[in-house]
């Protein structure tokens, strides 16, 4: 998870190796543990490392580290020939490695042979059938080749046994997301929500997903977690502001002829309202207009 | 830092003269031969004085607390980390020029 203060840290970092001034370590290290993908610059800083005998041995361990970050941003950028070369420094250092065998089966993938890649990763297994990274690889093999459903597929079978590797519940719910299988993906984002519970962009999305299937169940169901991402960010989430007037507006759509018994209150959506202006008087005043007149579409005034 | 290190330093002092009071107290019950009940008043004061200002430099010196609330301004997640280990290489960056300078040298 990427905090707004870790997130500064890193732009700080990266405007200040982008100019020169140094720091180029401790920002490939940042990426690597925040898991952001910025490959195009990991090339080149990390590169310029490796390059530089001097710096490079003071690297001690971490040297290999950072070979394989290289490697796979390579991998990413389409440079195969650098990646050739590191994965033949790392093969040289550690023969037999399973590490470096993934790696090579990463440089048939970005090569474009998937048969052979996927006979690589198949004999990886074959060694190590619990190695929770190759089986993610062959899903991820699938959906480079366009096949979705494939990668679903394989997806299912790794999660019956790995249930607690909840990236990998991220990566299914987007799948069924991009087939357009809500229900499906509402499943899996209550697994993600179930796992991790503070997450705000879980409860976001989940939330998402319910008001795009819609129906007055899930329309409520979004409405509360919309108000829980609100309550998670302490009320500086747009989307989530913008969502919980969205679903009032729709809910009462629904409910028009009905009877009012189970109506809710209007305090909710006209305090979401009123937080949204002020965010936008805030921020961006030339649009304030733009707002009012969406929400007054939407028939809700703060 | 000066002023709450100042004021701990003083908390540790008035506790070691407590314990030296209490120590020249005990001596001078043995030799009016009285049975020890409990330290003197001025000892329990110089107690108390001394954890408060003591516990007041070590939450202060130390430096600032950070909020465990996820709700927090600086705890607010803005974005989900890449799913890094799902990362598919046939993107449409495949399509831009590559840098040939680029080469690892042994």
């Excluded at chain 2, 993107?91 to 831009?96: P, S």
Aim: glycine share 6%.
């Amino acid at each position: 998870m990427v905090s707004i203060a870790e997130e500064a840290e890193l732009n700080r970092l990266e405007t200040q190796v982008d100019n020169g001034g140094g720091g180029a370590w401790e920002y490939l290290c940042l990426v690597r543990k925040l898991k952001v993908r910025r490959s195009h610059k990991v090339l080149n800083y990390g590169l310029s490392i490796l390059n530089d005998s001097r710096k490079r041995s003071g690297l001690g361990q971490e040297e290999w580290t950072l070979y394989e970050q290289v490697t796979i941003a390579a991998l990413d950028c389409q440079a195969i020939d650098v990646a050739k070369d590191c994965i033949k420094v790392l093969q040289k250092k550690f023969p037999q490695s399973k590490r470096v065998g993934r790696l090579e089966a990463m440089l048939l993938e970005a090569k474009g042979l998937w048969a052979e890649a996927e006979k690589a990763y198949a004999s990886l297994l074959e060694e190590n059938p619990c190695d929770q990274i190759v089986h993610k690889r062959r899903v991820a093999l699938a959906k480079a080749q366009g096949n979705i459903a494939g990668a679903i597929e394989w997806l299912n079978k790794y999660l019956e046994t790995f249930m607690a590797d909840h990236d990998a519940w991220r990566e299914l719910a987007e799948l069924y997301i991009s087939l357009q299988m809500y229900k499906q993906a509402v499943f899996c984002y209550e697994e993600l929500i179930l796992s991790q519970p503070t997450v705000p962009l879980f409860h976001l999305a989940y939330a998402d997903v319910l008001y795009t299937l819609g129906g007055l169940e899930n329309l409520q169901t979004a409405k509360k977690y919309y108000a829980s991402t609100i309550d998670l960010t302490g009320g500086k989430n747009t989307k989530a502001l913008f969502g919980i007037c969205l679903c009032t507006s729709a809910i009462s759509q629904l409910t028009r002829g009905r009877s009012k018994e189970d109506k809710e209150g209007p305090e909710l959506q006209s305090l979401a309202a009123t937080a949204l202006e002020k965010d936008y008087k805030q921020r961006a005043p030339q649009k304030l207009s733009l707002l009012s007149s969406v929400l007054k579409g939407l028939k809700v005034s703060p | 830092m000066g002023v709450g290190f100042v004021v701990g330093l003083f908390g540790v002092l008035i506790l070691a003269h407590a314990a030296y009071s209490t120590i020249q107290y005990r001596s001078l019950l043995k030799i009016m031969q009285e049975e020890f009940s409990g330290p003197p008043f001025h000892v329990a004061i110089e107690l108390i004085l001394g954890l408060v200002l003591s516990m007041w430099a070590a939450l202060t010196v130390p430096g600032k607390f950070h909020s465990i609330n996820p709700e927090a301004e600086e705890n607010r997640i803005v974005s989900l980390p890449a799913n890094q280990d799902f990362m598919v290489f046939n993107h449409r960056g495949r399509l831009f020029p590559k840098q040939t300078d680029l080469k690892l040298k042994r």
